[in-house]
Nanobody, 119 residues
Framework: QVQLVESGGGLVQPGGSLRLSCAAS????????MGWYRQAPGKQRELVAT???????NYADSVKGRFTISRDNAKNAVYLQMNSLEPEDTAVYYC?????????????WGQGTQVTVSS
């Protein structure tokens, strides 16, 4: 009923920056916690960052100090600003959100966007 659409992935050199965006489409819903996950080939999916509706954030140790998660509740959107990118950051990044429609909570995922860090 509610979909997440991601954008902003691409190819960037080490030390560069990218900004990922994720927006929810639909009606009569409210988004609570949101987050970004990533999965590299042959690796398990890992949590990158989370943000509550009130703006409290949490980061994986590997990205702390380099990535910043933010949200715009009016736009039903979440963002991930990625600075000082490293080759180890190369992965498919997925947006995740807990979305409430009426009284039902849905664990919703975006389609994923590829981030490649290489010279």
């Amino acid at each position: 009923q509610v979909q997440l659409v991601e954008s902003g992935g691409g190819l960037v050199q080490p030390g560069g920056s990218l900004r990922l965006s994720c927006a929810a489409s639909g009606r009569l819903f409210r988004i609570y916690d949101m987050g970004w996950y990533r999965q590299a080939p042959g690796k398990q999916r890992e949590l990158v960052a989370t943000i509550t509706r009130g703006g409290s954030t949490n980061y994986a140790d590997s990205v702390k100090g380099r990535f910043t998660i933010s949200r715009d509740n009016a736009k039903n959107a979440v963002y991930l600003q990625m600075n000082s990118l490293e080759p180890e950051d190369t992965a498919v990044y997925y947006c995740n959100a807990n979305i409430v429609v009426l009284t039902t909570t849905y664990d919703t995922w975006g389609q994923g966007t590829q981030v490649t860090v290489s010279s």
